[in-house]
């Protein structure tokens, strides 16, 4: 044959009994086909160099169509397709080009047009895909009935399926097992499978020409008008694929409504190439099902839960319009097939005649069921393992139960290959590692990841678009992402088999602690306050290692108010709730761990980590010098230089962590933990009096205290933790003799400082219209997570502060200076907040009545001094004065009986 490119044709006739041959010559040469085989699976084919030769035989009313194809492409030889010949020894001998054999009615000339353009690999059944997913017997069978169901129903409100599931779920199983079960149920069905990087499979080139062929060679009444469609239109199988689906299917389809429903299954969508053809494809389905005159045809279409084909489908189909089917975890089916499957290998495997059945044992099948979350990835991974006829399949399970075996990495590699593929082809690589293994050691919410690491909102939500397949990203930010497999996060914990995507090397831990530290180390932010707790716990787990020192100086500089904050503390409390209920013989002890929280295993944790050697601090001193040598230029140095300067010894860190479990315990008390041992003191500065007073008699919180009285937390813990024993040989010198009435004179200093800043606040916001400048209020704020503004906030704490006013002057002393002092409270912030009027006017009045000349003077002037008088006096806030009382007596006593409990001089107390 010439290798000149020559074309000859003869036309096919009707006549009966009449051959006809059309033959397609074109140039080139075939390369050489691969080896035969008698079952008809050839060997590989060479690259095309020859000729291409295509006839037709019409024989009676059959047309033979065969085209030899010679083209400079490599060929498969096989394996073979129905009625195709690969590796045919007579084919070698022409250089090996494929040769496809279609035996059909010769009329049907669009049909061989379509043919041309068609993937038959991608059909249910096709040898390319062998062997093929299907599912188990007696697995999956709910589905599979609620999917037949759905295309049998003719009734059905939709006509579009969408079936997702995570990587490995089993999609493919049952779409293929459906395609199975589909004829054998009454109905017809045609199928695509997509297969990710296949030449033909993996793209959508012949995706609606080969449902288009499907449909003409299943479906009887659909034969005629497809073939007309493209004998009068050969250009079809070259257009859009928004009018192949037009022309091809729906219009053909709809040319007879009345021959019933037809199932197109595509499965693997997201396997297709191009994320812009996916949402394509889901774009053109949606406006042939949504026409006036929709053709009989239902949709299934699977894919995992990819975001952008997630978006695909609720963006072009209004709710309600297309059905949704979660291809869900399933443990009793994966039991069902790992034991029927370890049954078969024990029957096929001669090395299995001695081992006693069952094998294995329950225990181990219920861990194997467990590690597989319900999905039958793992399950089939582990069962080809086992499954290997060179080996010993009690030796292989003892490999798989034992991950730190040898052999792991092959038990698994299947495993490993597919998320590794995944990982490889999410975007932006760089920012997956810190936020994987935030999600592996930490279970944050997206919002939290992106709060931890100062990330825009919705960062993480961008960065893990990719791996919707494995990990379930929930789309409001506020709940857990999980892996879908608990193997995926075993995965990412082993660097051995995740590589470069490994998260649970101890460097990539501490960078994770690294970020975290930097957040809690930065000013107070109202979110992630109870997360401390569960944090903490997740820094002790560190082993003490060299490595490890280096987050010593961020865990000194947490910030104190997310420690103290009441919810890092009593989300604790919470969280042990039940445990509570359950065991009421030991309350106290059970309370008492939860009041103070994680810190002292992070002290124990501190004292137990190595300190930095001598050599590290010197290194990173010159570091520093270098540092700021380098840094002049710009004037001066960073303040960061003198941070690492002054690089703390964790014996430092461990003394702030010490004070601040004393702090707590003394903040604790009020829900009857323990009494913190204390040292003995007879005398106590007025700012540990007023600190004091604060706590067990205005009830504060720690947290508030450095607002409230206006002190750093560095002054607060060193005026607390006089009280804190100190080391034997130690022992302070206690004055003898304390200061005669130190309580009621630290009441008295307290009550000034309050008004004065009761006004200062009023002024600085403007009377309260701009809140932010008080920072009472914006303490408030910060404690009161329920808090919807400032501005509520604002007059809240204003009048919080009235209330300790009136108190704290009721402790008192008679003084002139306080009276007067108690006038320049603007009435605006004190009349117009009932409570805090009222028992301004209770408690002063009760105060008045203890100065030696008081008479009733002071007192009616006191109390008509009340703007608006009678309208307050009427107000449903009114103070019962026998609830006020009671009220007044019960702070007293709670602050009495922390005096004892401090073992403090009985001359501290209040009289109530
Ligand atoms: N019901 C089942 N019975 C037996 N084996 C199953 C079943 N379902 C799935 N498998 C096996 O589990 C493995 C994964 O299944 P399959 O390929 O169907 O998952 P998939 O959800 O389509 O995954 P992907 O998203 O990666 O394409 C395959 O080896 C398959 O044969």
């Known amino acids: 044959m010439s290798a000149d490119r020559r074309q000859s044709r003869v036309a096919p006739t009707r006549a009966s009994g009449r051959q006809t041959m059309v033959n397609h010559i074109g140039g080139g040469r075939g390369g050489s086909g691969g080896d035969g085989h008698t079952n008809g699976t050839g060997g590989a084919?060479?690259?095309?160099?020859?000729?291409?030769?295509?006839?037709?035989?019409?024989?009676?009313?059959?047309?033979?169509?065969?085209?030899?194809?010679?083209?400079?492409?490599?060929?498969?030889?096989?394996?073979?397709?129905?009625?195709?010949?690969?590796?045919?020894?007579?084919?070698?001998?022409?250089?090996?080009?494929?040769?496809?054999?279609?035996?059909?009615?010769?009329?049907?000339?669009?049909?061989?047009?379509?043919?041309?353009?068609?993937?038959?690999?991608?059909?249910?059944?096709?040898?390319?895909?062998?062997?093929?997913?299907?599912?188990?017997?007696?697995?999956?069978t709910k589905m599979l009935r609620d999917l037949r169901g759905w295309v049998l129903d003719t009734d059905s409100p939709t006509n579009i399926l969408w079936l997702y599931g995570p990587a490995g779920a089993g999609?493919?199983?049952?779409?293929?097992?459906?395609?199975?079960?589909?004829?054998?149920?009454?109905?017809?069905?045609?199928?695509?499978?997509?297969?990710?990087?296949?030449?033909?499979?993996?793209?959508?080139?012949?995706?609606?020409?080969?449902?288009?062929?499907?449909?003409?060679?299943?479906?009887?009444?659909?034969?005629?008008?497809?073939?007309?469609?493209?004998?009068?239109?050969?250009?079809?199988?070259?257009?859009?694929?928004a009018t192949q689906m037009q022309e091809l299917i729906s219009k053909p389809c709809r040319s007879d409504g009345t021959r019933g429903t037809v199932a197109i299954l595509i499965d693997g969508l997201d396997e297709c190439e191009g994320h812009d053809i996916q949402v394509e494809i889901v774009s053109v389905i949606s406006i042939a099902v949504s026409s006036r005159y929709p053709p009989p045809l239902k949709f299934i279409v699977a894919s995992r839960p990819e975001p952008h084909i997630r978006e695909a489908f609720n963006s072009r189909f209004p709710l309600g319009t297309?059905?949704?089917?979660?291809?869900?975890?399933?443990?009793?089916?994966?039991?069902?097939?790992?034991?029927?499957?370890?049954?078969?290998?024990?029957?096929?495997?001669?090395?299995?005649?001695?081992?006693?059945?069952?094998?294995?044992?329950?225990?181990?099948?219920?861990?194997?069921?467990?590690?597989?979350?319900?999905?039958?990835?793992?399950?089939?991974?582990?069962?080809?393992?086992?499954?290997?006829?060179?080996y010993r399949p009690t030796e292989r399970l003892a490999v798989v139960e034992n991950p730190k075996g040898s052999c792991t990495e092959s038990a698994l590699a299947t495993l490993d290959q597919l998320y590794m593929t995944i990982l490889s082809s999410a975007p932006r690589q760089s920012q997956l590692i810190p936020i994987l293994s935030a999600i592996v050691h930490l279970h944050l919410t997206a919002g939290e990841i992106d709060l931890f690491f100062a990330l825009e909102h919705g960062e993480t939500q961008l960065v893990l678009r990719g791996l919707h397949s494995v990990l379930n990203v929930p789309q409001d930010n506020k709940d857990k992402i999980?892996?879908?497999?608990?193997?995926?996060?075993?995965?990412?914990?082993d660097p051995d088999r995740s590589g470069n995507f490994g998260v649970g090397t101890l460097k990539n831990q501490i960078a994770l602690a690294q970020s975290l530290l930097q957040f809690y180390a930065a000013p107070f932010q109202r979110n992630e306050i109870q997360f401390l707790s569960r944090f903490i716990r997740f820094i002790v787990s560190l082993p003490p290692s060299d490595a490890v020192v280096e987050l010593a100086p961020l865990i000194g500089s947490v910030n104190p108010e997310y420690i103290f904050h009441p919810e890092t503390y009593l989300y604790n409390r919470k969280s042990m709730a039940p445990w509570l209920e359950?065991?009421?013989?030991?309350p106290l002890r059970c309370d008492q761990r939860a009041y103070v929280?994680?810190?002292?295993?992070?002290?124990?944790?501190?004292?137990?980590?190595?300190?930095?050697?001598?050599?590290?601090?010197?290194?990173?001193?010159?570091?520093?010098f270098m540092l700021s040598m380098d840094t002049m230029r710009y004037g001066g140095a960073d303040p960061s230089v003198q941070q690492m300067v002054s690089l703390s010894p964790p014996a430092d860190v461990m003394a702030v962590w010490e004070d601040y479990a004393f702090m707590l315990s003394i903040d604790t008390m009020r829900y009857g933990g323990a009494d913190p041992s204390v040292q003995h003191m007879v005398s106590l500065s007025p700012e540990l009096l007023q600190i004091l007073i604060s706590i067990a008699l205005l009830r504060c919180r720690l947290s508030e205290l450095p607002t409230k009285l206006d002190l750093t937390w560095t002054e607060l813990r060193t005026t607390l933790c006089s009280?804190?024993?100190?080391?034997?040989?130690?022992?302070?010198?206690?004055?003898?003799?304390?200061?005669?009435?130190?309580?009621?004179?630290?009441?008295?200093?307290?009550?000034?400082?309050?008004?004065?800043?009761?006004?200062?606040?009023?002024?600085?916001?403007?009377?309260?219209?701009?809140?932010?400048?008080?920072?009472?209020?914006?303490?408030?704020?910060?404690?009161?997570?329920?808090?919807?503004?400032?501005?509520?906030?604002?007059?809240?704490s204003q009048y919080l502060l009235g209330i300790h006013i009136s108190y704290l002057v009721r402790l008192s002393p008679p003084c002139p200076v306080l009276y007067r002092e108690l006038w320049h409270i603007p009435p605006l912030v004190m009349w117009s907040s009932p409570p805090s009027g009222h028992e301004l006017i209770h408690h002063v009045s009760k105060w008045l009545e203890s100065f030696p000349d008081s008479g009733m003077e002071l007192i009616t002037f006191w109390q008509q001094a009340v703007p608006d008088h009678d309208r307050y006096r009427i107000n449903t806030w009114n103070l019962d004065p026998d609830v006020g009382e009671r009220n007044w007596r019960d702070r007293v006593e709670n602050y009495n009986n922390m005096v004892v409990k401090l073992h403090l001089p009985d001359s501290l107390k209040f009289l109530s």
């Open 723 to 796: 009280l804190r024993p100190k080391p034997a040989g130690n022992e302070r010198i206690l004055p003898v003799h304390p200061p005669h009435a130190a309580s009621p004179w630290a009441a008295r200093d307290l009550a000034l400082q309050l008004i004065r800043k009761i006004v200062q606040n009023h002024i600085d916001t403007n009377e309260g219209v701009n809140p932010s400048a008080s920072r009472d209020a914006v303490l408030l704020y910060n404690r009161l997570l329920t808090a919807a503004n400032l501005e509520e906030v604002y007059i809240i």
């Open 322 to 390: 297309y059905r949704l089917f979660n291809v869900e975890q399933s443990f009793e089916d994966v039991r069902k097939y790992l034991s029927d499957e370890f049954v078969r290998i024990h029957r096929e495997h001669d090395t299995m005649a001695r081992v006693p059945s069952p094998w294995p044992s329950e225990d181990v099948l219920k861990k194997l069921v467990q590690k597989s979350s319900g999905y039958f990835i793992y399950a089939s991974t582990i069962i080809k393992f086992v499954d290997d006829k060179s």
């Open 171 to 241: 999609k493919s199983a049952i779409m293929q097992t459906l395609a199975t079960q589909l004829p054998e149920h009454g109905s017809l069905g045609v199928c695509f499978f997509f297969k990710r990087g296949h030449a033909t499979r993996g793209n959508a080139r012949t995706l609606f020409t080969t449902l288009a062929y499907q449909l003409a060679l299943n479906v009887e009444w659909l034969r005629d008008p497809i073939n007309q469609v493209v004998e009068q239109k050969p250009s079809i199988i070259a257009q859009s694929m």
């Open 482 to 493: 999980l892996s879908h497999h608990a193997s995926f996060v075993d995965f990412l914990k």
């Open 582 to 586: 359950k065991s009421p013989s030991a």
């Open 597 to 624: 929280g994680e810190l002292p295993s992070m002290i124990s944790w501190l004292k137990n980590m190595r300190s930095p050697s001598a050599d590290v601090i010197e290194l990173w001193k010159d570091y520093a």
């Open 45 to 140: 084919g060479g690259h095309g160099m020859g000729p291409s030769l295509s006839f037709d035989i019409s024989v009676g009313h059959l047309t033979m169509h065969n085209n030899v194809h010679g083209n400079d492409e490599y060929v498969p030889g096989g394996p073979n397709r129905q009625n195709a010949i690969g590796g045919d020894p007579l084919h070698d001998s022409h250089s090996g080009p494929l040769i496809h054999q279609n035996i059909h009615q010769y009329r049907d000339r669009g049909i061989d047009t379509l043919h041309r353009s068609v993937a038959l690999e991608a059909i249910h059944d096709s040898m390319d895909s062998f062997p093929q997913p299907k599912c188990h017997p007696e697995t999956r």
